[in-house]
């Protein structure tokens, strides 16, 4: 099945104990465990068509870049697909800088792929091709709230475990200027945080998924922006320093501590850029959502769910 097509969807996530760090770089293996949940409205659409000329990768309908064209071809590799491929993604949300879209689309893509060549695989054998993309695509392919620590990530808990809300401020537009793959290692390499980072998310993940069996928002929220802000620390004491925020991210920062102060259980989370994402109880997310929607640099917000994993949706 040389010439297959197939289309997958997957959604993207937000890691609630990080990923930033990998014990072995050619293996992609992190050197921690880290903690996500999928976010319903971040979801891409990949299509693979085997048996085409010549390898291409469009996302959003424009060539790829040569590195992210690289990454593909390594999966394809790794899943044994040897002959060409055209990879066509697209990003049903506005496709804002660094919204996680590396983790969505190489979900969906290991799963086309696969799908495409009529290869039948385990949840578990897709995390881990997935994984070859980027990191936190490993946890995209279960979905719901996942956890990955070696070669595969797992769902921990479906995502009607708990409906909460996670409302996402965009806080620029373009692209990130160092990427994650590049930031981790700085970190790791300059960083005088580094260990110390890694130790604090190895006792951060256990108490996380205590929290999380327990649907306990103030500990879960708490941990998060402790852990994200952490993460930011050690990026931002590595040579040269990464500092990923705009004055948005700091507004929206100091916007949800108000809220809290006013007794709104809402906590901001921050992957490697300037978005905010502020973890709350479904009836006080229109709330949060105007709040950090009035700040000045927020492009838009969006109120996401738990969402599932990825799947096949068509194989013509
Ligand atoms: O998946 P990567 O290689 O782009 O790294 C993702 C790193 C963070 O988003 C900052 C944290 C995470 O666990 O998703």
Same mark, same amino acid.
């Given at each position: 099945?040389?010439?297959?097509?197939?289309?997958?969807?997957?959604?993207?996530?937000?890691?609630?104990?990080?990923?930033?760090?990998?014990?072995?770089?050619?293996?992609?293996?992190?050197?921690?465990?880290?903690?996500?949940?999928?976010?319903?409205?971040?979801?891409?659409?990949?299509?693979?068509?085997?048996?085409?000329?010549?390898?291409?990768?469009?996302?959003?309908?424009?060539?790829?870049?040569?590195?992210?064209?690289?990454?593909?071809?390594?999966?394809?590799?790794?899943?044994?697909?040897?002959?060409?491929?055209?990879?066509?993604? %697209?990003?049903?949300?506005?496709?804002? /800088?660094?919204?996680?879209?590396? &983790?969505?689309?190489?979900? !969906?893509? @290991?799963? $086309? #792929?696969?799908?495409?060549?009529?290869?039948?695989?385990?949840?578990?054998?897709?995390?881990?091709?997935?994984?070859?993309?980027?990191?936190?695509?490993?946890?995209?392919?279960?979905?719901?709230?996942?956890?990955?620590?070696?070669?595969?990530?797992?769902?921990?808990?479906?995502?009607?475990?708990?409906?909460?809300?996670?409302?996402?401020?965009?806080?620029?537009?373009?692209?990130?200027?160092?990427?994650?793959?590049?930031?981790?290692?700085?970190?790791?390499?300059?960083?005088?945080?580094?260990?110390?980072?890694?130790?604090?998310?190895?006792?951060?993940?256990?108490?996380?998924?205590?929290?999380?069996?327990? %649907?306990?928002?103030?500990?879960?929220? /708490?941990?998060?922006?402790?852990? &994200?802000?952490?993460?930011? !620390?050690? @990026?931002? $004491? #590595?040579?040269?320093?990464?500092?990923?925020?705009?004055?948005?991210?700091?507004?929206?920062?100091?916007?949800?501590?108000?809220?809290?102060?006013?007794?709104?259980?809402?906590?901001?989370?921050?992957?490697?850029?300037?978005?905010?994402?502020?973890?709350?109880?479904?009836?006080?997310?229109?709330?949060?959502?105007?709040?950090?929607?009035?700040?000045?640099?927020?492009?838009?917000?969006?109120?996401?769910?738990?969402?599932?994993?990825?799947?096949?949706?068509?194989?013509?």
């Amino acid at each position: 099945m040389t010439n297959g097509r197939a289309t997958a969807t997957a959604h993207a996530n937000i890691a609630l104990v990080k990923y930033w760090g990998k014990r072995d770089e050619r293996l992609l293996l992190p050197e921690a465990g880290s903690l996500s949940v999928a976010l319903d409205k971040l979801l891409t659409t990949t299509t693979v068509e085997l048996g085409v000329a010549r390898d291409e990768l469009l996302l959003d309908g424009k060539p790829a870049r040569a590195t992210e064209l690289a990454k593909a071809r390594a999966l394809l590799d790794a899943a044994g697909i040897g002959g060409k491929a055209r990879i066509e993604s %697209r990003n049903d949300f506005p496709t804002a /800088a660094g919204l996680a879209s590396s &983790a969505s689309g190489f979900a !969906a893509l @290991a799963v $086309a #792929a696969c799908a495409a060549a009529g290869q039948q695989r385990s949840v578990q054998e897709l995390s881990a091709l997935a994984r070859l993309g980027s990191g936190s695509a490993t946890r995209s392919v279960p979905g719901g709230w996942a956890v990955w620590q070696d070669e595969a990530a797992e769902q921990v808990h479906p995502p009607e475990h708990w409906p909460l809300s996670l409302v996402v401020a965009v806080c620029a537009a373009g692209q990130k200027d160092v990427g994650s793959r590049d930031g981790m290692r700085s970190s790791r390499e300059s960083s005088p945080f580094h260990s110390a980072w890694i130790q604090q998310c190895r006792r951060d993940l256990p108490r996380a998924l205590e929290l999380l069996a327990a %649907r306990d928002l103030e500990g879960l929220g /708490a941990l998060a922006e402790r852990n &994200a802000l952490r993460m930011h !620390a050690d @990026a931002l $004491a #590595a040579e040269p320093p990464l500092l990923y925020w705009e004055p948005a991210t700091i507004a929206c920062l100091r916007t949800l501590a108000a809220l809290r102060a006013q007794g709104v259980s809402a906590w901001p989370t921050i992957d490697a850029g300037p978005h905010v994402v502020a973890l709350c109880r479904p009836e006080q997310a229109s709330a949060v959502a105007d709040a950090l929607g009035a700040i000045a640099g927020v492009r838009e917000t969006m109120i996401c769910a738990p969402a599932g994993g990825a799947r096949v949706v068509d194989t013509r």
